[in-house]
């Protein structure tokens, strides 16, 4: 624990202020206490990235911070001043922009309406269009951003709607620029594009926050950090003097060595499945237009498939494909050798097969259901509208994943959108367990997922392959692909490419360059 | 209310317990629906003396509030299959037109029959209306969940083109018929208590247990809250949404018998009109949010007792009739802004101070509602 303990915060630099700084923070929510007097600064020209595992409050003050949420006490200073943020137009006039995880932008209106809303140039009553559009590439200009105002939003990957986003923060002249996990759907070209763009801002004495759970880009980018700890404030450090393993450490509240247990346990369990039975599943020629081309592969029992793949190679469709989300144009599909056709997702599930998607927060929480239910929804779903779950047994079913999954609040009771991230995610996979699946699918389960959960949720998913549950592990970490999986699936523009055992030779490097191999021989 | 954690929460040192209590029962979602409720009654009772009066006469009961429940059993009747389609984030305005189709069949079938007092006739009459109602709401049902219209347009259609239908079967008359069993649903009583009465309540009992002792209900707010998670999740979104169409359907049907029994008069043009507006207020008054997901069947009581409630209050207080609209407006405008979040948090926001848990985000109530 000593590791973790907050340490004192080195004196500021004398010649600067704040241009944040917030003192004695605390947020309740019903059943949990978010944020409990929490301080925190932020000075200009500085990347100061917040970290912490979900749960641990940074939403919560990014959200304090631009207005969304109201504190219970404590002050918050802007420039000096003492100000009052009852409302996200509030924090906007007072310089603090906000650039969200999913693009908060309206995707069916152009570059142009999305970076100058509310901000367009105006001719007496009427908007000048064209003078508003000029206007718009002059900002885009300054990222570096060659786009057609006119173009729609949605047209343009979620990388350049983010350069946009920032490109609408320069325009509201932002003194502060909050970035909440902004790389999290990025490949590495964007990220250092995304960097670049920020260096220039924070040049230009922008105060940048930054989170993210990347460590590498934390260490990359930032130049001061701040921890923080179930809702309470652990320490603030210059990035410089801070030990990656001391970071760690002080996000988890655990030493370093506990912390390697886990991975250890996590790459000790996997054992390469030599003999081959019959697949649980098998997929011949399975394909669906414009989603994804026709491809074969086999599942097996007590195996963790790995599928590897940038953003958009098809890795979801196929597993869209595999859970009766989307239904195939062509192939077909023979679980246990029976073929069979799985025409929805109930149909697939009533064949042991789960699929917990990639987007958690449309497809996959009821927000404003507890969590009991979201536990039960598709146990019950299974079991039919009219065979209710006896509640003594649904009780049960709860409390046991809740206990397993340690999901905190450990209350049954809670609206699960009043989670963090992290456990929603895991009351997602409580609702899969609970139907005790054959096939686990899992789309990016630890995406936006601190490293403790991470670690959890990875050594579980190696423990349900040892009792026999087949898994299909998808994630953009290349590195968490390679140490989970037994066998791995390579996709690129949605194309099966690659289909290789995991073994000691197959590393980060060479998957890269099967993708960019066969995208030669496309 | 979402039971607070005692380890997370410092236990408020200075208030009663009773403080808590009266916090819990203000914020409930029927608080001012029932606050309203009993003033309106009282303030009947006092400009009305003997209004609040209830007497046995020839084994049965009367009454002004006797009768006020009578009045109370249409709206609750197309209010029970309004909720579960709010519940899945729809709407039905097709209900008055419904009302209107299923009561014209039955007393059009009465009409035709050799004998219309024969009960045999009266149940097939009975069923047959049903039957209508439930192909209004298969069609209804199959236009939101199959085609994926939205339910607003999907039906309207119905809305507009139902009294159409329902003068095509009465071939533009006016049917009125003779039947005193048909009649007896209407205005007769079993066991003291009028019919309509009983058969809101069975209706509300059947729907109540049929939601919440299986996981229908459950299912339904899944589908209202989050549609693509909970067909992920296996539940059968379209099904379930098509079903709970029909039993509006078939609620809407009978609640148009109810209606129109007493008089035994088919007028395509004016059973059940405007009511699928009263049926929508009947459920926003019980506390279920349009926008679909939780829904409290409990309120629909309160909600319909309101309703008819004010509709008498009117013509207790000598105003016009015509004006009756007014005061529902009056009505919903006050419950709506007394239950409004916005304005909770703008009051909480002033007692910030003196208080030690004020959560930011609207406080979330997560009643199990059993009926």
Redesign the interface.
């Known amino acids: 624990m000593s590791a973790a303990q907050p340490e004192a915060a080195e004196p500021a630099p004398v010649d600067r202020t704040p241009v944040v700084q917030m003192t004695g923070i605390s ?7 978010a944020l409990d007097d929490v301080p925190f600064r932020l000075f200009p020209g500085e990347v100061h990235a917040l970290m912490g595992e979900n749960g641990a409050g940074k939403s919560t003050l990014i959200k304090a911070l631009t207005g969304v ?4 006490s404590g002050r918050i200073e802007v420039d000096g001043a003492e100000v009052r943020l009852d409302g996200p137009s509030q924090a906007q006039a007072a310089g603090i922009s906000t650039v969200y995880q999913e693009v908060n932008l309206c995707a069916n209106l152009t570059v142009a309406e999305n970076v100058m809303l509310g901000h367009e140039v105006r001719r007496g009553p009427l908007i000048d269009w064209r003078a508003t559009r000029r206007r718009a590439a002059e900002y885009l200009a300054r990222l570096n951003l060659d786009l057609d105002p006119r173009s729609m939003l949605s047209s343009h990957t979620i990388a350049v709607q983010q350069l946009c986003a920032i490109a609408r923060a320069l325009v509201v002249d932002a003194k502060v620029l909050i970035l909440d996990e902004p790389t999290s759907s990025l490949d590495n070209a964007e990220v250092a594009e995304l960097f670049r763009v920020v260096r220039r801002l924070k040049d230009e004495g922008v105060a940048v926050l930054f989170v993210s759970h990347f460590l590498d880009q934390v260490y990359e980018i930032s130049d001061r950090v701040t921890v923080l700890r179930n809702g309470r404030f652990v320490g603030e450090h210059l990035v410089a003097d801070l030990p990656r393993r001391d970071l760690i450490a002080a996000m988890i509240g655990r030493s370093r060595d506990a912390l390697a247990g886990i991975e250890e346990k996590a790459r000790s369990t996997i054992t390469i499945h030599s003999e081959r039975e019959t697949p649980f599943l098998t997929a011949v020629g399975l394909g669906r237009n414009g989603s994804v081309q026709p491809f074969d592969v086999n599942l097996y029992a007590g195996e963790i498939l790995g599928v590897a793949g940038l953003l958009g190679s098809g890795r979801t469709e196929m597993a869209r494909l595999l ?1 009766g ?1 989307d239904r195939p144009d062509v192939g077909e599909v023979r679980v246990q050798s029976t073929l069979t056709r799985l025409t ?3 149909a697939a ?1 009533a064949r042991g097969i789960a ?1 917990s ?1 990639e987007d958690r927060k ?9 969590v009991r ?1 979201n536990i ?3 146990l ?10 006896p509640r003594r047994q649904l009780d049960d079913v709860v409390a046991k994943y809740l206990t397993a999954l340690q999901i905190t ?1 450990a ?1 049954p ?3 699960i959108r ?1 989670l963090s991230g992290g456990n929603q995610q895991k009351v997602l996979l409580a ?1 899969w367990l609970a139907t005790a699946p054959r096939l686990l699918i899992l789309d990016e389960p630890t995406r936006g997922i601190d490293v403790g959960a991470k670690a959890e949720i990875q050594k579980l998913v190696t423990e349900l392959a040892q009792d026999g549950m087949s898994v299909v592990f998808i994630s953009s970490e290349l590195e968490e692909v390679l140490r989970l999986s037994q066998r791995l699936v390579v996709m690129r523009d949605r194309h099966k490419v690659d289909d290789l055992v995991n073994t000691d030779d197959v590393t980060t490097a060479t998957v890269l360059e099967t993708i960019a191999e066969s995208g030669a021989h496309a | ?5 005692p380890s ?2 410092p236990a408020p040192a200075g208030p009663s317990r009773g403080a808590d209590i009266w916090r819990e029962v203000t914020h409930h979602g029927l608080f001012w629906p029932v606050v309203a409720l009993v003033a309106l009654l009282l303030a009947c009772g006092i400009a009305s003396p003997g209004f609040l009066d209830v007497t046995v006469r020839d084994g049965h009961l009367f009454g002004q509030l006797v009768d006020l429940l009578r009045n109370s059993a249409t709206p609750l009747l197309l209010a029970l299959g309004m909720c579960l389609v709010i519940a899945t984030g729809g709407i039905d305005l097709s209900v008055g037109a419904v009302m209107a189709i299923g009561l014209a069949v039955s007393l059009t079938y009465l009409d035709t029959a050799p004998d219309p007092s024969n009960v045999g006739t009266v149940v097939t009459a009975v069923l047959l209306g049903l039957g209508v109602g439930a192909l209004g709401g298969a069609f209804n049902g199959a236009m939101v969940a199959g085609l994926g219209i939205q339910p607003f347009i999907a039906t309207m259609i119905l809305m507009v083109a139902g009294r159409g239908i329902a003068m095509l079967i009465t071939q533009g008359q006016i049917t009125t018929v003779t039947s005193p069993p048909f009649k007896t649903i209407g205005s007769g009583f079993v066991l003291g208590i009028p019919t309509p009465v009983v058969i809101a309540v069975a209706a509300f009992v059947v729907v109540a247990v049929a939601v919440r ?4 209900g ?2 339904l ?2 589908i209202g ?2 549609r ?9 979104s379209r099904r ?1 949404t098509w079903t709970v169409y029909v039993i509006a359907g078939v609620l809407a049907a009978l609640a148009g018998l109810v209606y129109g029994a007493p008089t035994m008069a088919a007028d395509a043009n004016n059973i059940g009109l405007m009511k699928e507006l009263d049926a929508i207020m009947v459920v926003v008054l019980g506390g279920t949010k349009l926008d679909g ?2 829904f409290y069947l409990g309120g629909l009581l309160v909600g319909a007792m309101l309703l008819s409630t004010l509709e008498r209050a009117v013509i207790i207080f000598q105003f016009p009739s015509q004006t009756t609209p007014l005061f529902k407006a009056l009505v919903l405008i006050a419950v709506c802004v007394a239950a409004s979040p916005t304005l909770r ?1 703008m009051l909480r ?1 002033r007692r ?1 101070a003196d208080r030690s ?5 609207p ?2 109530t ?1 009643s199990e509602v059993t009926a």
């Open positions: 947020i309740a929510f019903p059943g949990v206490k949420y109201a504190i219970d859970s989300a929805s997702p109930l599930l699929y998607t449309k497809e996959g929480i009821v927000g404003d259901l507890t239910e039960a929804l598709a019950q779903a299974r079991r039919g509208t009219w065979r209710p779950l609040p209350n009771n809670a609206l009043n609702r | 209310m979402t039971p607070t954690q997370t929460t002792r299986t996981a229908l459950m299912f707010e899944a809250i989050n693509e998670a909970s067909r992920l999740a296996g539940v059968r379930t997901g939780r948090a926001g910030r848990d004020a959560p930011a985000a406080v979330e997560v």
